[in-house]
C-alpha cells in the first residue's frame, strides 16, 4: 500500500494503521480529520475511548494512536506495532 501524502490525507481510514474499526473510535473521540490528531497525547485518547465505551481496549489501542500521530506529525509510516516498545517503557509494563 502506498504510503498517503499527510498533507493532503483527509480521511481518517486513508491513514496508515487505521480501518473502519480505528475509525470509528477515533470518530466517537471527536476527531473527524487526520490533521486533529497532530498534538494530541495517545494515552489520553486511549483513556478517554475506555471511559466513552465502558470497556478496557487492548493496549495495542495506544500503539495505533501513536503511529497515527507520529505520521500526521512528520514521523514515517510505520506498522503500529513497532511502537509497542515505546508504549511498554512509558507505562511500565
Known sequence: MKTPDRKT????EQLPNI????GKDLRLLDI???RQLIGKDPFTLY????TLTKTRHDP???DV????IHF?????????????????KRTGN
Open 9 to 12: 490525507v483527509s480521511q481518517l
Open 19 to 22: 480501518g473502519p474499526a480505528m
Open 32 to 34: 473527524h480529520h487526520p
Open 47 to 50: 483513556s478517554e475511548l475506555c
Open 60 to 62: 495495542c489501542v495506544i
Open 65 to 68: 494512536f501513536m503511529s497515527v
Open 72 to 88: 500526521m506529525e512528520g514521523g514515517e509510516a510505520r506498522p503500529w506495532w513497532t511502537f509497542t516498545d515505546e508504549r511498554k
